[in-house]
């Protein structure tokens, strides 16, 4: 680019805010807005097709039945139901250990302390999620150091530990964020340690624990590997999602049931919009 | 405050219990990597280096292991144009859909890594393979900067909130156009943040596997990708468990360099 073209192009984008903006959006939006939407929208569209029963062949005419079928037949109502069972488990597991550990992090540890316990919690983040399952399928194996085998209790407490520190982190800021007057406030006031903790600290901290259980909850539900890892037989819904597309080679239907795990996560998310949670992510 | 001692007590236990749960999974698959036991029985009856030394020289984790450097680091540099080019727009600019924008950075996160896998699966083989693009590399590389961009976009969007633009508009009142600027006054300002998101994304993509699933094809084979197919192996299993031995080791490095670029702070992905 010669000099001269160089500064006209300068000074033009410098007058042209709009222009300067859709240069910036152009390439991003192409690939998020127009890919990547594209290729959700055509996934939930393609949930109306069916397959030719004998050829295995795409029929795209619309039809409802994958849904009926998801609504209907019992296998997959047990599923669905299994997997938000284990979702609420996780997140109820994280919440207990997540929330005294927080707890003593923001409010009786000494600042340096507190640094070096943050890092200790971020640190497994880092560590891989397959290394981290691999673990405990060793830990629980029926000669391993536990030995307790495995199966759907495996798979809860394998989740619980791969998301814990997704709990603590959110609940940690939350709980940083609460001043130390009100909690002396409460205590001036004659409340002891279990009234403050009702009347003041959870409260304030619950849209913390919102957050943190939307990272528990999500991942929970849309999670197929670990359950292959240390689950034995037990199916969820990412397993049929998984087993229809691989094996079965049945993309409309992997697509109707990949619709029911968002559509809880919505329904989740609209839920706790007013408790201020979204903001604290 | 007013906690009883009995209180304070079981907080600081809650704490170290805590702790001991998260950190005692990841040592016992170290210790097992030295292992001599070849089913990993417990206690651990001998010590022995031969794991590592099998693991070192076996071609497949070494193979894996390019290819996940490979496709982090594609991913990692379409992640770092992208994610900068939507901060500087969702930062400096105001217009209708702004939110909408941002929202559409967290969805690939957000969703079931499932959902995004099979999508994509199912556009590059109705999109690509017509033009006789396979799965492979490319498509790994596309489907890992998807999700990788918004971890460049938190980290240059929180970089430039803080900066403002008063030190730009200098720049330009002294008599630098648009380029100048950039290269003198905004791109150092915000290298730092660059490198903290561009790490993130490098470990997002290096540690992915059900996009990976979906998205490699037969020819690829990244780490976790061999890690799975290898997990259920028996004979396979001492070298499995010594790449998951390196890969928590290897786990922190990146928490020391995001402790020294950023100088602290919760920086989650």
Redesign the interface.
Known sequence: MTRALRRRLAAFLHRHAGVRLSLLLSAPMLWLGVAYLGALAALFLSALWSTDTFTGDLVKEVTWANFQELLTAEVYRTITLRSVGVAAAVTLIDLVIAFPMAFAMAKLASPRAQRWLVIAVLTPLWASYLVKAYAWRVLLSSDGVLGWGYGLTATVITLSYLWLPYMILPIYAGLERLPNSLLEAAGDLGARGWRTFRTVVWPLAFPAVIAGSIFTFSLSLGDYITVKIVGGRSQLIGNVVYDNIGAAGNLPFAAAVATVPVVIMLVYLAAVRRTGALENL | ????RT??A???A??AG??A???V??L??LL?SFNADR????PPTGFTLRWWAAAWNSTGVRDALWTSVQAGLGATAIAL???T??A??VQR?S?FGRDA?SL??I??I???????G??????FR?VLEPFGVGLGMFTVVVGH??FC?VTVYNNVLARLRRLGASVEEAS?DLGA???TTFRLVTFPMMRSALLAGGLLAF?LS??E??VTT?TAGAGVKTL?LW??EN?FRPNQAPV??VV?AA??VL??V??YLA?RLSG?G?S??
């Open positions: 405050m007013n906690l009883s209180a304070r079981t907080l600081w809650a704490l805590g702790l749960v998260i950190y999974p990841l016992v698959v097992n089913t990993f029985g417990w144009v992208l994610g080019m939507v500087f727009a600019y217009f924008v559409l950075i969805l690939p957000a969703l079931p890594g499932i959902v995004t099979i999508a994509l699966n199912n556009a109705t900067a998807t961009v330009a156009d648009a380029f470990a290096f540690d596997i059900i979906f976790p890690i799975f997990l499995v468990n998951a890969l928590i786990s922190v990146p928490i402790q602290g919760a989650a992905r």
